[in-house]
Nanobody, 112 residues
Framework: QVHLVESGGGLVQAGGSLRLSCAAS?????MGWYRQAPGKQRELVAR???????NYADSVKGRFTISRDNARSMVYLQMNSLTPEDTAVYYC?????????WGQGTQVTVSS
């Protein structure tokens, strides 16, 4: 069992930045971030394997950066140039073997 704890969400003005953090209770193969806006499906934002392979949603490329600290079992999402379209609940995600794990979600609200 992997337990995920998120932090860093909040309210920010358009053009601003936020940094999300997620701590896992143990080692994981894949860690990343998904988001879900009201009335929309949950979508991949960014993910990263333990050896540094990354995937980004096209909508965030060039603005968001995912990083992880394997020694601390943590993953981060640096979000720059935020727009109101980035407003969503952001969920930390981890994968280890056949199991998927999800954080509780943290609200990111971008005002215009």
């Amino acid at each position: 069992q992997v337990h995920l704890v998120e932090s860093g969400g909040g309210l920010v003005q358009a053009g601003g930045s936020l940094r999300l953090s997620c701590a896992a209770s143990g080692s994981t193969f894949m860690m990343g971030w998904y988001r879900q806006a009201p009335g929309k499906q949950r979508e991949l934002v960014a993910r990263m394997t333990s050896v540094g392979i990354t995937n980004y949603a096209d909508s965030v490329k060039g603005r968001f950066t995912i990083s992880r600290d394997n020694a601390r079992s943590m993953v981060y999402l640096q979000m720059n140039s935020l727009t109101p379209e980035d407003t969503a609940v952001y969920y930390c995600y981890a994968q280890l073997g056949p199991r998927d794990y999800w954080g509780q979600g943290t609200q990111v609200t971008v005002s215009s």
